[in-house]
């Protein structure tokens, strides 16, 4: 109460009014400050001391400090503070190492009153009592902090910080005895005023120098310090242990730190170096600065709220010799500018995304992000605060977990060591593969080996008969019917690398909008608390405490789980894989299945599609020469191949053989068969690689077979590897391998009898064994040539 | 050449190792290697000895190398094997190198250097490191060896600028070194960074003159030049110059690099000077395979000061002297009681200037002309310019406020935000040096040297023309004599004018490991200063 009634007499005598404005200093502004009332602000600098009267829509210079012919370096201030209680007193700490008292009271024109020189080195910070008249502390570079009694000559008790350099000094507002210290390593010591033999707490804030701190003038516990590590941190201090509660990085090192008045969370920093601008954060949105103001073009030195309980008006001075009033809503505010949806992956595939919640909400009786892979979608909403100036504080984040199952490629290895290639009829071929397939549930993939034998096999072998097509096709489709639902479904879940199967796909939907719901529901319980769980950006995907009330509802959902029929629907909206169209057209001159699979679309039983077929049946013309599918099946392997299958297209390729082959042209082929064969080697299927190698048509891969094999000759005299030529040893100078018939030099192919060791140019030796049955070289054995 | 330098790399990489055997392993293999080019050489060398064929020179390489490894590597296994094999190839008939000169500093005294790193288990370890990751440990190291902190934080600093990640390539960080270097004549750092260019792949014509060296490399020159004589002089627009040429210019972050690397190659070269460090036996110059002839052996023990004569002069110097350093010590005490006589603000500022402007009044001792190599000036143009008193000719240089512009403050953020990490192995490495004290003074115990160290700090910075506003430099008056005075002087402004005479003419009772603690602190204050010229002149660019 007693507060209030101060807030509206000090608001009220002067009234503060005004706009951004700036006014021209003669030399860059170390520090400044300004007096009770709001209506003077002094500003200190190397070599400039002077006191500005802050009027309705200028500053108007009301006094200089800064007297003598030549000013001394007591006048050089480092940091300057007006005392909040006594309107005519003001201290310096000058860069030589004094602490000086200005009485404005005093009649003569310079008005320096006390001059203290018992820091050895520059005096960093000096701050007076925020209620005692007479009491002021100074912290120096030569470690020392000083409180003076402005009635005496001297400090009344000096505080050693062990020698570390003092970069600030700030009494509590609250606590009377209380005072805060940050060092250069790092530190910030907590005093009592009374004891000064010992600091009262220590702790490490920062890497590197604490450059400032400052009280909140509110709460009692809270202490804010800027570092040299670009970090700004709000600690806690009313518990044993000092905790952070919020951090806020920034690009610059921290030069001032100043809360906000009447604002809890709100706080002003500016910085030592590079970065010219005054930023305001708010802390619990530590990514991006609450209102930023650019005027300065040089780094601000000084920043001071303009009166203690009203949170618009911001005064700064810097080094470009400007001092700025800046009406906070003249402040630039980038959340407006920022982008509000993020995208990004995680090392194992994993997505997230974050966008405002209006964008998200409202459609989010869709999906929100239509075709990720929403295994476990995690949404966070948060209510809007009212009581916040920030335009849109709320935002959903949901993350796309990829399934680790589903990354892993066990299907592949599988069907690359069952599939069979060559070796047996073609017929037989196609259905073991489409076995393999359906067996990996891989139903899409098993079909269309089914078809293949069904398009390729020779019309002439299948027994001809009208009724033969039918029944064939009686087991067909209803297999297909079934595996076509599958299909839809599974078909999503490949065109994303295969990684989830087709069942698990469907209560994702559903989990991922009951979620939604879910999840609303409990942040709207658990909000209420703080603004403190706001944003859980990051964390979020791989902490199991934000995790486990989802997969709770993960489980519960499963179990009650019934196949939803809109599952379906929506499923078509999102499938803008070519694969539908093109199996229907496939179909289409396959006639029977078409209407079956069309039928399937509309109608889940299998018996009706039997139907539809029969009634087809009279379309299907079974003397269609395979080289009418040649075009689709074509497509069809490039659909595959795209979509990441090239398993399935080589497959396809070596079993077909000559039927496709002159289809699709060798580059495109050879393409197929690296990726293949450098996938096999990956999974170090290396037999399987070899089989594809060599049942491939192409020169190019045929090859590869031989490259990098070294044959390894040892000279058959001296045993010793013939390294340069294959046909002479260096060391005996003897010729290896000479020709038993013509006593040449072989320098082609060698043949020889593993028997006796004997042999010779092939031609030579075939020719010798057609006519006699002994070695040539006479050495009796009897040689044998196959 | 390049294909040579790769494998004798390989040669001696093994030797580093901490575990004794692979580095038995890698001495065998050393040994089968020279065995084998012994044998090819033998009857080559006993036909013409006099003849040079390349052969021959490959194998003085390396056995210049092993002679080296006996005398400085850290590990007694390696340094007992090198021994032998060298034993074994003079028995062989072919003649083995023997270095030139003794121990690592011309000024100080062999057995005292080495003496170190068998009683302190840190400094050896620290040696060890050093010769893993450099496959050699240099003298200045061994120099630095008297002081472990400092010298671990040193080379990691060093061995980050030069190998690990960074905005230059490799080959540029060297030829840096080698202009830095240059610019002070200093062949020893030169001929170091010669071979390590040459290593890294380093095109050989760059070495014959900054000319052949990019367009890119040859502005830096003027940068150079100023930086390692007047830094003051340094201007926004040099650096705008560096920034903006077109298809030769520096990203911001490369000229970081580059400014600190020329810093440190140039306190580096006062170091080196100041504590007269010889060249490194393997490298030219280091040894020799002449016989040892009696004339050359007496001239040359002599010089090095390794003669007993020298010794002898030296107790007679101090004999005169007693008294020295309690009479220092007197002063500082006397400073430190009565510090209530306040001068006036004037008399202080008077004080600073007076300082500044007798600073530049101290003579080089030997002024002569000393006109350098021409082997070295070819990395550098404008030979001429050198360290020019600030008030000569009237040139008035306005003071530099270290208050307005520190390198804890600003220094540091803008180095390590464009050139992380470096900004903090910095900023240890000066406290290291400014901080490090035994407490120890000659033969006194229990000294707070603070004052001594300050004072020190502040008049080479006062020298750069930076003032603290907090210091009192009467001070420096009273704790500096005339002769130490020269001998920083002489240091930090034109080292290769050291001499040993100046050397030994200051605080001559102290201990060896203190004045090269003193020159510690005059490198890094050094380089700290040109860093803060530099560092303000791209800051004022970037505003």
């Known amino acids: 109460m007693e507060k209030m009634s101060r807030v509206t007499t000090a608001l009220g005598s002067s009234a503060i009014s005004g706009r951004t404005m700036f006014c021209h200093l003669d030399a860059p502004a170390n520090a400044i400050s300004v007096c009770r009332d709001a209506s003077q602000v ?114 009344v008790s000096t505080f050693s910080g062990q020698s570390e350099s003092v970069r600030d000094v700030q009494f509590s507002m609250k606590d009377y005895f209380t005072f805060a210290a940050s060092f250069e390593n790092g530190n910030v010591q907590l005093w009592d005023i009374r004891r000064p033999d010992r600091y009262e707490r220590m702790f490490t804030a920062h890497t590197g120098p604490v450059f400032c701190c400052d009280w909140h003038p509110d709460d009692r516990g809270w202490l804010a310090t800027g570092g040299r590590d670009k970090m700004v941190k709000v600690w806690d201090m009313t518990t044993n242990r000092t905790k952070e509660i919020f951090c806020v990085q920034t690009i610059a090192s921290v030069a001032r730190v100043k809360w906000r008045p009447e604002k809890k969370f709100h706080l002003a920093t500016c910085s030592m170096m590079v970065d010219h601008n005054i930023y305001v954060w708010d802390v619990r949105r530590p990514f991006i600065p609450f209102a930023t103001f650019e005027e300065h073009k040089d780094v601000t030195t000084g920043i001071v709220w303009r009166h203690q309980h009203d949170p618009h008006f911001l005064l700064s001075g810097s080094k470009d010799s400007t001092l700025y009033q800046h009406m906070f809503k003249d402040a630039t505010r980038p959340v407006d500018k920022a982008n509000p949806e993020g995208l990004c992956f995680g090392l194992f595939g994993d997505l997230a995304f974050a966008a405002k919640e209006s964008l ?60 069979l290639l060559c070796g047996k009829p073609f017929a037989e071929l196609c259905d073991h593969n489409a076995k393999v397939a359906r067996e990996l549930k891989r139903p899409q993939v098993s079909t269309t080996w089914t078809m293949l034998r069904i398009m390729f096999s020779d019309p002439a072998n299948l027994t001809p008969g009208p009724n033969h097509p039918l029944s064939k096709l009686g087991t067909l489709p209803l297999m297909n019917s079934f595996n076509m639902k599958e299909m839809n479904s599974g078909m999503g879940a490949e065109s994303r690398l295969e990684r989830s199967k087709g069942e698990s796909r469907q209560d994702n939907l559903e989990l991922g909008n009951s979620l939604i719901s879910n999840n609303n529901e409990d942040n709207e319980e658990t909000e209420g608390s703080e603004g403190q769980a706001e944003y859980m950006f990051g964390d979020a995907e791989l902490d199991d405490d934000d995790l486990y009330s989802m997969e709770h509802d993960n489980q519960t959902e499963e179990q009650e789980y019934t196949l939803p029929q809109e599952a379906f629907q929506l499923r078509h909206e999102i499938m803008d894989n070519p694969s539908a169209p093109e199996h229907l057209q496939q179909d289409k001159a396959d006639s029977p299945h078409v209407s079956g699979n069309e039928a399937e679309v509309t109608c889940l039983t299998p018996i009706e599609s039997f139907s539809l077929i029969s009634i087809s049946q009279p379309l299907f013309t079974p003397q269609l020469p395979a080289s009418f599918f040649c075009p689709i099946v074509r497509k069809m392997l490039s659909y595959y191949a795209e979509k990441g299958d090239v398993q399935m297209a080589v497959s396809v390729l070596i079993v077909l053989g000559e039927r496709i082959r002159k289809e699709i042209d060798d580059l495109t082929q050879e393409h197929w068969y690296t990726s293949y064969i450098d996938l096999l080697q990956r999974f170090e299927l290396w037999n399987v690689s070899n089989e594809v190698i060599k049942l491939s048509t192409c020169s190019a891969i045929t090859c590869l077979n031989q490259t990098s094999t070294t044959l390894h000759i040892n000279c058959s005299n001296c045993k010793r590897p013939m390294s340069n030529r294959g046909w002479i040893c260096d060391r005996c100078h003897q010729c290896a391998s000479v020709c038993a018939v013509c006593h040449h030099v072989v320098k082609g192919l060698f043949v020889w009898c593993q028997g006796c060791n004997h042999g010779g140019h092939l031609e030579h030796i075939r020719n010798w064994l057609k006519s006699s049955a002994h070695c040539p070289a006479g050495c009796g054995h009897l040689c044998e040539y196959t | 050449m390049e294909v040579q330098d790769r494998e004798s790399l390989g040669r001696w990489e093994g030797l580093g190792s901490r575990d004794a055997i692979s580095r038995t392993e890698a001495m065998e293999n050393i040994r089968q290697d020279v065995m084998r080019r012994v044998e090819t050489i033998r009857p080559i060398t006993t036909l013409a000895p006099a003849s040079k064929s390349p052969l021959k020179s490959d194998l003085n390489d390396i056995l210049a190398h092993l002679l080296m490894l006996t005398k400085r590597c850290p590990f007694d296994d390696v340094k007992e094997q090198c021994v032998r094999i060298l034993q074994g190839v003079q028995d062989l008939g072919v003649r083995i190198p023997r270095p030139l000169g003794n121990g690592p500093s011309r000024f100080i005294p062999e057995k005292e250097i080495l003496e170190v790193s068998k009683v302190d288990a840190r400094t050896q370890s620290i040696f060890e490191d050093a010769f893993a990751a450099l496959g050699r440990l240099d003298n200045i190291s061994l120099v630095m060896g008297f002081h472990p902190q400092y010298l671990g934080s040193f080379l990691r600093t060093q061995h980050y600028l030069l190998q690990m990640d960074g905005p230059l390539s490799l080959h540029y960080r060297h030829y840096i070194g080698i202009m830095a270097a240059a610019r002070h004549q200093c062949s020893y750092l030169v001929n170091l960074h010669v071979n390590d260019f040459l290593q890294v792949g380093g095109d050989p014509k760059w070495l014959d003159g900054l000319d052949e060296a990019p367009q890119k490399l040859q502005q830096l020159g003027e940068l150079n030049k100023i930086l390692a004589h007047r830094p003051w002089l340094l201007t926004k627009e ?108 004037e008399e202080m500022a008077t004080r600073f200037e007076r300082e500044k402007t007798e600073s530049m009044l101290v003579v080089t ?179």
């Open chain 1, 42 to 155: 002094v500003v200190a600098g190397r070599n400039i001391f002077k006191i500005y009267a802050l009027e309705e829509d200028q500053f108007v210079e009301k006094l200089n400090l800064r007297v003598g012919r030549k000013p001394s370096l007591n006048f050089s201030c480092a940091d300057v503070m007006w005392h909040q209680m006594e309107e005519n007193l003001l201290a310096t700490a000058a860069t030589n190492g004094a602490v000086v008292t200005w009485n404005l009271g005093k009649p003569s024109r310079n008005k320096q009153d006390q001059l203290f020189t018992e820091h050895k080195r520059t005096v960093n910070k000096v701050c007076f009592h925020p209620t005692e008249v007479y009491m002021l502390l100074s912290g120096s570079q030569d470690g020392f902090m000083k409180c003076f009694d402005l009635r005496k000559k001297e400090s």
């Open chain 1, 360 to 419: 998200i909400s409202s459609d989010s009786n869709r999906k929100p992000y239509p075709g990720g892979d929403r295994r476990y979608p995690i949404f966070f909403f948060k209510k809007p605060d009212q009581t916040e100036q920030f335009a849109h504080v709320s935002s959903a984040l949901s993350v796309f977990e990829t399934d680790l199952d589903s990354n892993c490629m066990d299907w592949f290895v599988k069907t690359a060591q069952l599939y």
């Open chain 2, 238 to 345: 040099h650096i705008e110059c560096l920034l903006k040429a077109e298809e030769h210019s520096w990203s911001l972050a490369e000229l970081i690099h580059a400014v600190v690397l020329l810093t440190h190659y140039h306190s580096l070269a006062s170091f080196t000077f100041g504590c007269g460090i010889t060249t490194e036996i393997h490298c030219n110059g280091g040894h020799t395979f002449r016989p040892p002839s009696l004339s050359q052996y007496c001239v040359c023990d002599i010089a090095n000061g390794n003669g007993h004569s020298i010794h002898h002069n030296d107790s007679l110097g101090n004999h005169e002297l007693c008294g020295e350093v309690e009479v220092l010590m007197e002063r500082m005490k006397q400073l430190q009681e009565c510090d209530d006589e306040e001068a006036s603000q």
């Open chain 2, 365 to 543: 001792a030997e002024d002569e002309e000393c006109v350098p190599s021409r082997d070295i000036s070819r990395h550098f143009e404008d030979p001429s310019y050198g360290y020019k008193d600030f008030s000569r000719r009237g040139e008035h240089v306005p003071t530099f406020r270290v208050q307005d512009y520190s390198w804890e403050d600003h220094g540091f953020s803008l180095v390590n935000r464009l050139y992380p990490d470096v900004g903090q192995m910095l900023d240890e490495k000066f406290q290291m040096a400014y901080n490090l004290t035994y407490n120890t003074m000659a033969t006194h115990k229990d000294v707070d040297t603070s004052m001594l160290r300050r004072a020190i700090w502040n008049y080479i910075h006062c020298m750069f023309g930076i003032r603290y506003d907090d210091y009192d430099y009467g001070e420096i008056n009273q704790l500096l004599d005339r002769s130490f005075k020269i001998y920083i002087k002489t240091m930090v402004c034109s080292p290769e004018k050291t001499t040993k005479r100046m050397y030994e003419s200051f605080w001559r009772q102290f201990q060896h490991s203190e004045k090269v603690h003193v020159n510690l602190l005059l490198m890094e204050a050094r380089m700290q200063a040109e860093l803060l010229y530099a560092l303000r002149a791209i800051t004022r660019y970037m505003t």
